[in-house]
């Protein structure tokens, strides 16, 4: 079975840009998690969508949505870039609560 | 205090060294994930587990539910064990929306 795999693998934006970053899970798996990793704040959940539906949303601004399509398939927008985005955007699939991650995309916001 | 804390944040380790790396946590429902994240970012899942003992090959993770507490071994480390280990607990029992340890940075020297 493929992992789970996430598009773009780097990115580099400029301020008051937006971008989408895309995750694809393990087939089969129906939930997916976004997390973002930085330095300072370390790994942080962002949210969590199942069936189409997002369950969870972690203590992010309105700046970071997302949504989820019926091949379980997941994109996360982020709107408005500051500086702070800058991070690797981590996705995982889980299946009965075992949570697979994608290798990340690395956002630099200059 | 943090509600996953993790100890050492730093561990120097000569190859062949037994190592252990400790998790307490205040939050989170019966399960514990351990993942390793090399440079790069990727991270891979090592271990999750609800109660008692799991071994992967050099790996062996246990857990104690009613105290809050994991641990994770590393028998005859080598330098290729060196990476970051994160612990992380979910607050959903979905098992999703993990909350994370600072992580510990290992390197093993040969």
């Known amino acids: 079975k493929a992992g789970v795999t996430q598009t773009p693998r780097y990115l580099i934006k400029t301020r008051g840009q937006q971008v989408t970053l895309s995750c694809s899970p393990i087939s089969g798996h129906r939930s997916v998690s976004w997390y973002q990793q930085t330095p300072g704040q370390g790994l942080q959940f962002l949210f969590e969508y199942f069936s189409e539906t997002q369950r969870n949303k972690g203590n992010f601004p309105g700046r970071f949505s997302g949504r989820q399509f019926s091949n379980s398939r997941s994109e996360m927008n982020v709107s408005t870039l500051e500086l702070g985005d800058s991070a690797l955007y981590l996705c995982?699939?889980?299946?009965?609560?075992?949570?697979?991650f994608g290798p990340g995309t690395r956002l630099t916001v200059l | 205090k943090n509600e996953v804390e993790q100890s050492p944040q730093n561990l120097t380790a000569q190859e062949g060294e037994f190592i252990t790396i400790n998790c307490s946590y205040s939050v989170g429902i019966s399960a514990l994930h351990w993942l390793q994240q090399h440079p790069g970012g990727g991270i891979v899942s090592l271990f999750m587990?609800?109660?008692g003992k799991k071994k992967h090959g050099r790996l062996i993770a246990t857990i104690n539910i009613q105290e809050k507490h994991s641990s994770l071994h590393i028998t005859a480390s080598h330098p290729r064990d060196s990476a970051v280990y994160i612990c992380?607990?979910?607050?959903?029992?979905?098992?999703?929306?993990?909350?994370f340890g600072e992580g510990t940075q290992l390197t093993v020297n040969p």
């Open positions: 995982a699939s889980s299946f009965y609560n075992e949570q697979f």
């Open positions: 992380a607990v979910p607050r959903e029992t979905s098992g999703s929306r993990l909350t």
């Open positions: 587990l609800s109660s």
